[in-house]
């Protein structure tokens, strides 16, 4: 099993994140640190514990795990039915990470208002 809770987010790994989620929201954004456990290895059923930063905004939640150095996974979910990933399941760039996140949910906000067409 591959152990990466020793590879926590660094100090300035944290302020990216809070710097990109208080531009986004206009506000500062209360996170979290958390350990979850996800499927690191492509094809690898056995599940890892990671570090991660988790948040809420507006009736959504946000997780944002370091799966090893310079790799990371994010997802945002409303409940157990509602989850959703971005296209990519890895990112080797954390800014990329999160500002990708933000921009699927943005999108899936926008289509299920019917102000996005559901086509594109």
Not at 23 to 35: I, M, N, P
Not at 95 to 107: A, G, P, R
Not at 108 to 118: A, C
């Amino acid at each position: 099993m591959n152990d990466t809770s020793n590879n926590d987010f660094t100090d300035e790994e944290l302020k990216l994140i809070s710097d990109t989620l208080s531009e986004r929201f206009g506000k500062s954004v209360e996170t979290q640190l958390a350990d979850i456990e996800l499927p690191v290895d492509k094809g690898e059923r056995e599940l890892t514990p990671c570090p991660a930063v988790y948040w809420e905004e507006k009736d959504c939640h946000f997780i944002l795990a370091k799966t090893a150095d310079n790799k990371f996974f994010s997802q945002f979910f409303y409940d157990d039915r509602e989850q959703f990933v971005t296209e990519k399941p890895f990112y080797d760039d954390l800014h990329s990470c999160v500002v990708t996140l933000l921009q699927v949910q943005v999108d899936h906000e926008l289509k299920k208002s019917g102000l996005l067409d559901k086509a594109s």
